[in-house]
């Protein structure tokens, strides 16, 4: 008596095929939507001026952000690098903080960005690298 693989060849091969594009398609809308959120949120009693997120593939610019506002965006790196912001403080003094000190073209997640008194910069990620999302 023939298994049954042997006697289903055909059926086997198409079941295959058929779990295999679904994986694909799967893996390729987790690539598509990957993408991390940045939140501001301004806690120095003052407005900042010229916010800046740059990234790897883009610039994200928000002129104004007044105390106690918060600002959403979305970054999505082309490779592998870094993410960081600039700004102004009440006095005009340029800063510059990495908030995501690596995120690659699959990253996805959060960054909280906390702007405090004197130029302080807190930052919170929760980031995933994998294609997956693990």
């Known amino acids: 008596m ?18 295999a ?3 694909g398609a799967i893996a390729l809308a987790v690539w598509h939507t ?11 009693g003052h407005a900042l001026r010229d916010v800046r997120i740059y990234y790897i593939g883009g610039i994200v610019t928000v002129p104004k952000l007044q105390a106690g506002d918060s600002f959403r965006t979305a970054v999505c790196n082309e490779t592998e690098g870094g993410v960081y ?4 403080d009440d ?8 908030i995501g000190g690596y995120l690659g073209s699959y990253s996805r997640g959060r960054i909280d960005v906390d702007f405090r008194a004197n130029g302080r910069v807190t930052c919170k ?10």
């Open 2 to 19: 023939r298994s049954f693989i042997a006697q289903h060849r055909t059926l086997v091969a198409a079941a295959s095929i058929v779990v």
């Open 21 to 23: 594009c679904c994986l």
């Open 34 to 44: 990957a993408g991390v959120e940045v939140v501001l949120v301004n806690n120095t």
């Open 85 to 88: 912001v600039e700004f102004a």
């Open 91 to 98: 006095a005009g003094r340029p800063h510059q903080e990495t």
């Open 125 to 134: 990620e929760q980031l995933s690298t994998s294609m997956l999302g693990f």
